[in-house]
């Protein structure tokens, strides 16, 4: 999941507020959307399959730059 980290992928439902490890999360859903917790839309094409748009994309797990959700350290197995 792009918000909780876990193996879950049902996003659409998903209202945990911390990731697998017990850190608190750094996005939230907004109705359809998917946003940082400090503003802003997430890429969910970066988060899931590491393709880039015209946004900026750091991981919603961690902030890197270097990996979306799908590849982060920090997620649960």
């Given amino acids: 999941c792009v918000?909780?980290?876990t193996p879950h992928r049902d996003i659409m439902v998903c209202?945990?507020?911390?990731?697998g490890?017990?850190?608190p999360t750094?996005?939230?859903r907004d109705g359809q959307r998917l946003v940082w917790k400090t503003g802003?839309?997430?890429?969910?094409a970066w988060?899931?399959?590491?393709k880039q748009c015209t946004q900026h994309h750091m991981c919603?797990?961690?902030?890197?730059?270097?990996h979306g959700a799908s590849r982060c350290p920090r997620?649960?197995?």
């Fill in 3 to 5: 918000i909780c980290l």
């Fill in 21 to 23: 490890s017990g850190s």
């Fill in 47 to 50: 988060q899931l399959e590491g």
């Fill in 15 to 19: 209202n945990r507020s911390t990731l």
């Fill in 26 to 28: 750094l996005v939230r």
């Fill in 60 to 66: 919603s797990g961690c902030k890197s730059t270097s």
């Fill in 40 to 44: 802003g839309n997430v890429c969910l």
């Fill in 75 to 77: 997620a649960s197995k």
